[in-house]
T-cell receptor, first 114, second 114 residues
C-alpha cells in the first residue's frame, strides 16, 4: 500500500543534541512538507520541498534543517539551536498535478527533550 | 497569507446527538477547503474536501460539510455521533493566490459522551 512512513515514532533527546527524523513516501508525490504540532496551536509549517535538491523555509524554520536528495525522502534535523523542540512532528506530501490538491500525512514522530 | 478560524476549541456532545464544528477562513478568489481528523498520537486523515462543484460535500464516517462563499465558512456536520468520533478535527484551506500552500486552523477537540 502506498503511504508515508515516519520514524522513529517516539524519540528522546538530551539538550544540546541534534536529532534527525525520517520521512519516506512511496506515493510518487512531488512535494513534501514538515509540520510541527503543539497543543492548542494547530499545525505550523517548518519546511517544504517541491522538487529534488530544492526546499523553502516555512513559518518556523529557525533551528531546523532539511534535505531532499531523493524524491521519496525528506528528513528533518532538529538542531541544538531549536529552543523548544519538544513537539509532535508531522510529515506530509502531495502531488503537484492540477486537481490533486490533497495533503497526505504520515503517522508522526513525537520528540521529547529531557 | 490565508487564515483559518475554528472558534470552538472543545465540543462535548452526547452519543447519537448531532454535531456541528465551525470553520471560517479569510476570503480569497479561489479556495480549496478540507477537514481532517486526528486520533491520539496519529497523523491526520482526510475526512472530506471541497475543490469545486456542489457546495455540499460528503465525506467518510457520515460527515458532511457545506461551503458558504458569502460567509467564508466550511462547517462540518454529522447528524448522529458515535463514541468512535471522539478525536481532534482540523479545518484547512489552500488557495491559488498563496501558491496552494495549506493553512490549518487550531483544531476542535470533539468528545462524545456515552
Amino acid at each position: 500500500d502506498g503511504g508515508i512512513t515516519q520514524s522513529p515514532k517516539y524519540l528522546f533527546r538530551k539538550e544540546g543534541q541534534n536529532v534527525t527524523l525520517s520521512c519516506e513516501q512511496n506515493l510518487n508525490h512531488d512535494a513534501m512538507y514538515w509540520y510541527r504540532q503543539d497543543p492548542g496551536q494547530g499545525l505550523r509549517l517548518i519546511y517544504y520541498s517541491q522538487i529534488v535538491n530544492d526546499f523553502q523555509k516555512g513559518d518556523i524554520a529557525e533551528g531546523y534543517s532539511v534535505s531532499r536528495e531523493k524524491k521519496e525522502s525528506f528528513p528533518l534535523t532538529v538542531t541544538s539551536a531549536q529552543k523548544n523542540p519538544t513537539a509532535f512532528y508531522l510529515c506530509a506530501s502531495r502531488s503537484l498535478d492540477s486537481g490533486a490538491n490533497v495533503l497526505t500525512f504520515g503517522a508522526g514522530s513525537r520528540l521529547t527533550v529531557l | 497569507a490565508q487564515s483559518v478560524t475554528q472558534l470552538d476549541s472543545q465540543v462535548p456532545v452526547f452519543e447519537e446527538a448531532p454535531v456541528e464544528l465551525r470553520c471560517n477562513y479569510s476570503s480569497s478568489v479561489s479556495v480549496y477547503l478540507f477537514w481532517y481528523v486526528q486520533y491520539p498520537n496519529q497523523g491526520l486523515q482526510l475526512l472530506l474536501k471541497y475543490l469545486s462543484g456542489s457546495t455540499l460535500v460528503k465525506g467518510i464516517n457520515g460527515f458532511e460539510a457545506e461551503f458558504n462563499k458569502s460567509q467564508t465558512s466550511f462547517h462540518l456536520r454529522k447528524p448522529s455521533v458515535h463514541i468512535s468520533d471522539t478525536a481532534e478535527y482540523f479545518c484547512a484551506v489552500s488557495a491559488s493566490n498563496t501558491g496552494n500552500q495549506f493553512y490549518f486552523g487550531t483544531g476542535t477537540s470533539l468528545t462524545v459522551i456515552p
